[in-house]
């Protein structure tokens, strides 16, 4: 119920495509704040920085459609961006 979620959303973010199968369809993809492939590591602290999002009545989650880079609070905690492709 842990492990399964966290290899699968780590590993593709952190993978050469930056996204798992859905945001590649959706042509968003995962970075670090200079735009570069983020690291395992940097992709593991986003994926359980969530569960604070969600802990706190989804106001992390709420934080993406106020802040200036559209960034939830998982995503500054970890110090990632998700942005469209090209």
Same mark, same amino acid.
């Given at each position: %119920?842990?492990?399964?979620?966290? @290899?699968?959303?780590?590993?593709? /973010?952190?993978?050469?495509? !930056?996204?798992?199968?859905?945001? *590649? =369809? $959706?042509? #968003?993809?995962?970075?670090? @704040? /200079?735009?570069? +492939?983020?690291?395992?590591?940097?992709?593991? @602290?986003?994926?359980?920085? +969530?569960?604070?999002?969600? *802990?706190? #009545? &989804? #106001?992390? &989650? =709420? $934080?993406?459609?106020?802040? +200036?880079?559209? !960034?939830?609070?998982?995503?500054?905690?970890?110090?990632? @961006? %998700? =942005? =469209?492709?090209?």
């Amino acid at each position: %119920v842990v492990v399964i979620p966290w @290899l699968y959303y780590a590993g593709f /973010e952190s993978s050469r495509s !930056q996204a798992t199968p859905g945001k *590649l =369809l $959706m042509r #968003i993809v995962g970075t670090d @704040l /200079e735009g570069n +492939k983020p690291s395992f590591a940097r992709v593991t @602290l986003r994926h359980f920085a +969530k569960f604070i999002s969600i *802990l706190i #009545i &989804f #106001i992390g &989650f =709420l $934080m993406i459609g106020l802040t +200036k880079n559209r !960034q939830g609070l998982h995503d500054r905690i970890a110090g990632c @961006l %998700v =942005l =469209l492709q090209d």
